[in-house]
């Protein structure tokens, strides 16, 4: 019976044994717990949360378990800073696992570390450590009127939003009143401005508020009624001064004048006007029967400035409502009314500039990917637009910003046309990036888009020689591979077509077979430089097919005026011998007047044409000018506009280095440019030249009122077409 007992309690041991045993092989299946000499443990000796913005939370888990073979009691010594720790065992059981929620919060960037601490009963410690870096969250774009932006950390990204309709906002605009958000816009009503005089016109200048410049003088009937302007009845008719001539006969024995009212066949007396005034030549008067003027006398500068003497690179001129004179360059300090008594230099180097706002607007001033509004008299900076600064994610884009183009949109709305280098790539590379900004009056982004198509994919330096816009604010730009390296670019084939609304939405797109070039606008019909077919701004349809290019043309809205037929911008190309102006009727592109120089050798030398007003016979007519040739001094051409007729021709009285290769008039006076040794049909037009600017006086001179008057897009270069002001 005994030796039985001890048998079972043999068996007892051995099945207790191998119980065990096999319970702790059970246990070595799981991962080895580490990083205590405690019999807690955690499953994993450290947590580093990964690179974390300020203001978003990141979590993780560990597990916490026990290897003794009791229940233990442990102190938790929490971390503190941006960490923080949920779910710690107040009690850790052999055979059962915690799981600890471990947080990452800053508040601030900077790297941070902790270590969290359990004390078991008996003194042995547990720890774990904790890490993490926090960032500051990158800036956001700026957000245009009635937007926000914030910056969403969960998703990592600028998040955009519309503001509810009925918050106040800023248009931008000091002719927009009560302005609050409606859909996103920022809409309010419009200032009226009204001084109580008939004969003032009343306008609102975004910038400046309300002004009144005088109007329009009041139009006659043109039958012996001239017009005037009472100050509280607008336009009046009165009789005209007798002997004011008023038909087509105007002869020294026969001419039709005015009496009392009526406009009556006359012999005149002697001193009657027989011929109008011309620039270079005062009008003629009747001496019997032969109608007697004094000689013609050259036409010569009052004021010369010479950049190539200066040693300064000028090649563009502005010439403003007042008649001061901006001169400009490539990468060069704007000289402010340069012939004025006291020049000021603008001291920061800029490209291409215009006037908007009756200020001075240049690109790149005053440094790359700025554009700069200053004031005329002082260069006083009114404003400054960085497009790197206002939208970080487009500068993460490029390596570098720069300006392109500019063209008004309207006097709250320009267009910016920003090139840039793609990221990584250094600025020996052919590949552009190009973003078209849309700015209000007052320098604020209204919009911002990355320009995409096929073509200015490739990496030829595809440019945008061409911008222009419409009355209703609508934009267009021409887009080409350049054929060359380095400023002035020459434009390639083909030319891409873009054209936008006014709030740079696309509308449509066309590629053209013919190198790109200056853009002209008139009454629904896009002119481009290098093409002989105007396009229908509505689709990009072309309109007829002229027989020569449409060049620089300038237009009334009447009448398109192409470069003149065999004009060149090269001295030692000969011209046909034949040159002539071509005027077609707008917007049906009839044929509508021809003007030929007269004589043997004589022709046109430059493809600029401007549009000025010369009185005949009290009446104000347009004139298109231009230059022609006849021996060795270069003639200024005026032709009227309405039926091609000549009406003077002066020759100018200094030495040629060029042809005139750039002029703008103002009131009384018309201001030329020659000498630039570079490439005008290029983009920056002569850039890097250094050329000679000179001012002839010519008091009844003026720029006409028209929708396309000249050079490089109009008074001012804004690029804009210009509706014509309707008289009181």
Known sequence: ?????????????????????????????????????????????????????????????????????????????????????????????????????????????????????????????????????????????????????????????????????????????????????????????????????????????????????????????????EGWCDPQRGCQLKPAVNGTFCGEARGCDLADVCVEGACVKRNPPDNFVCAPASPCQGEGRCQGSVCVRPPATALVPDWTYDAAAEGRKLHDLLVGPEGDVTLAGFFERPMLDAAGDAPVDAQVTGRRCMLWNERLLCMDLPQQGKVSLMERATAAPRWSFDLGRARPDIARQASTLFMARLAVMAPDRLAALFEAYPAGLGSNTLCRLYYLVVLDAAGGLVSAQLLEDPLLSECNHPHPFGLASDPAGDLYVTFSPTVNSGAPLKAGEPTLVMAFSSDGVPRWRRTLPFPGGELGLVRGLLMPEGGTQPLRTLDGEPVGTLPLKLGRAVATHEVLVPSPEGATVNPDTVPPESPRLQGYAVPGLEPAWTYRLPGVGSSFVSKELRLGTWPESGVRRTMVLGFAAEGQRPVLVGVRAGDGSEAFRCELGYTPRTVPQLFELGPGSLTLMDGATTCGECDPPFSDSKARFQRFKLPELKPAEAPWPGTFGGPGHDHHEDPVRAAP
Do not use: I
């Open 1 to 225: 019976m005994a030796r039985e007992t001890r048998v079972d309690g043999w068996a007892r041991v051995l099945a207790v044994v191998l119980l065990w045993g096999l319970l702790g092989a059970c246990r070595e299946e799981k991962p080895p717990l580490v990083g205590s000499s405690s019999q807690v443990r955690f499953s994993q000796e450290a947590v580093a949360f990964p690179a974390t913005y300020v203001g978003a939370a990141r979590e993780a888990s560990v597990r916490v378990v026990s290897a003794g073979r009791a229940g233990v009691r442990v102190e938790w010594s929490r971390p503190e800073g941006p960490f923080s720790v949920e779910g710690l065992p107040q009690r850790v059981r052999p055979t059962e696992e915690t799981t600890v929620k471990v947080g990452f919060t800053p508040s601030v960037p900077g790297a941070f570390s902790a270590t969290l601490v359990g004390t078991e009963e008996g003194g042995r410690t547990v720890t774990l450590m904790l890490s993490g870096e926090a960032r500051l969250a990158p800036p956001c774009p700026t957000p245009v009127a009635c937007h926000r932006f914030t910056f969403d950390v969960a998703r990592e990204e600028c998040v955009e939003e519309v503001l509810e309709d009925g918050t106040g906002c800023d248009p931008g605009n000091t002719c927009v009143l009560d302005a609050v958000c409606q859909q996103g816009r920022c809409r309010g009503r419009e200032r009226v401005c009204d001084d109580g005089n008939a004969c003032t016109t009343d306008v609102c200048s975004p910038l400046d508020g309300c002004k009144s410049v005088p109007a329009p003088p009041c139009p006659g009937d043109g039958a012996c009624q």
